[in-house]
Structure formats: structure tokens, C-alpha cells
């Protein structure tokens, strides 16, 4: 496994695996109601925790040490799986908790003031069983949120309390201006970032020279490059992607289709599309989820393959610019 430095020049900063675990899958899927009071799945299907304790072993026994946890998934289910292996073995990981976002008597509830954010957060430390986080982070922040100020204030009185050694923000490039989260002074940010969408790519250089660290997110576009998924209706009514209109649907799976120059015998689709988020030198993380201890086998053995070569690189750039059309 590969590292690359997580922090911002001038301070100590953090060794983080170039693969990160994310624990949306071990969360499993919660049931939430929509505004319309619409039930839906919020996940990618059910979880088996003896599993999921296998995948975060096999995780750090291949030198994965970044995990990136939420009270979302599964609405604290995960954070208590992760806490009944993390408890025991703390400085191993660099761990990272995200805030502002809960699930509440089936709904998913918004609070981002200080006293919401530091509620909560205790409540992430008790079922992870430990007294402080590496990074802390506002999940789903939005340009309003941002723009008031308070975002910035709530994760500034975070930071000062020592409970979060880096603070920053989950942003959508569709909602933000990441140049205005370069003004912010926050130390690190998840972003969606992959194959079928690039275009975060062109700001990375600017944020690694400001000193602020890139999570890289969606990075297998929610499993659509892990190269498994033949139809639209491959998925179960309890995985939110089971929501995906299958002309949408239809359309990823050609597009992954088209990438199969990235597959040999040394190397999968999905471990083709890690490197290629990581032959960005200002990505910190590639965060992925796994379900299986095959898959996270699997993802894990990109942060010591060989790199993709620029005419692989050059070919997915022509095909990212012809959207995907042979």
C-alpha cells in the first residue's frame, strides 16, 4: 500500500493509505421517508456485521489505514461495527467522521449549528468507542450553508476543542463553488470524483496548493465501474440504486463497457478506475465501500499496482470527451 501526507504545510499532518474504506455498505440500507412521506432505501442493500468486521481486518491487514465513517450509515449501525474493532486498535487509523446530517425516527433530519454537530459527534465517539477523530467533517454542505458563515464557524469551535485534529466539508460540484471553499481554511474535502465524472479533477491542483487534502468520493460511481453489473435490474428493491431510472442505468453499464482496454489479467475495472483517481497527484484518498472481504481484497491491491500509463490515460481522456461513444 502506497501513502500519501493529509495535512496542511507547517503542521504535523496524517499518513493516509492511498485507499480509504468508507462504511456505507457495512451501514447497511435504512428506510427513510422523503418530504412527500414517500418511503425509499438510503443504502446499497442489507449487511452482515461478522462480515463486515472480516472486510475492516482484511482492510488494515493490507495496509489500509484511512476510514471514513457517518451516523448516516445505517443510522449508527456502522459506527458501532467499526467500534467493537476500533476500540481496541486506535492509532492504527487515521479515522474520519462526518456531521451534520442524521437519521431520526425514519428521516433524515439537517442541523449544522455547533451544539447539533458537538451532540452528535459525542454520540459518534461513544459508539466507536474512542475520545477523538482525525477528521472531522460536515457531510452534504451546501453553498448556503457555506455562504452564512456558520458552517465555517461550527467546524472552527470543532477544531479548538481538539476533539478533530482536520475539519472540512463533503461538497457537491453541482452545488458549490470550490473556489469559494479555498477561501474557508478548511483543512480537507470529499468530493465526487471518477471516470464518468471528472471535472473536479481541474480544481485539485489549486486546492493541494492551498494545503487542503482531496477525498476522493463515488471514485467506482456507486459500483457501476466495479465491472459487475450486466443490466438495469441488477438491483434488489432495498438498494437505493434500484431507484436509478434503467435507461440511466442502461447507459453507465455501456460506458463501463467501453473501458474494457483497462481489463487483463493483472488488473480489474474496478482497480483500473482506483488508479486513475490516484494518478491525480493532488487526490489524498480514493474512498471506496466494500460488501465483501473479495471486494475490499480487491480494491486494496491498487495502492501497490503499477500506475496507469499515459496512453491509457490519454484514452479514457478521449473517451470522457465523446462522452463514452466508440
Known sequence: MRYRELGRPGRPGLRASEIGLSTREIGGTVWVEDAKGVRRPYGFGSADDEESLRIVAKARDLGINFILTSPTHGAGRAEDVLGRTLRNDRDHWVLGVMGGLSIQDGKLERNISHESLSVNLQSSLKRLGTADVDLFMVQDVTKEELTSGACVDALDRVAKSGIAGFVGADVS?????????????????????????????????????????IVADGVLADGF?????????????????????SKAADELISKAGSLSFLVSDEGSLAQASLLYVLANQAVTVALTGASTVAEIEEYAMAGSMPRLTEEMLDRIGRLQRTDFQP
Open 173 to 213: 460540484l453541482a452545488d458549490i463553488d470550490l473556489d469559494l471553499v479555498l477561501k474557508l481554511d478548511m483543512d480537507v474535502i470529499r468530493i465526487r470524483y471518477n471516470i464518468f465524472e471528472p471535472l473536479a479533477g481541474s480544481f485539485f491542483a489549486r486546492a493541494k496548493a492551498g494545503g487542503v487534502g
Open 225 to 245: 465501474l466495479g465491472g459487475k453489473f450486466k443490466t438495469s435490474d441488477a438491483f434488489d428493491e432495498d438498494d437505493e440504486r434500484s431507484l436509478i431510472d
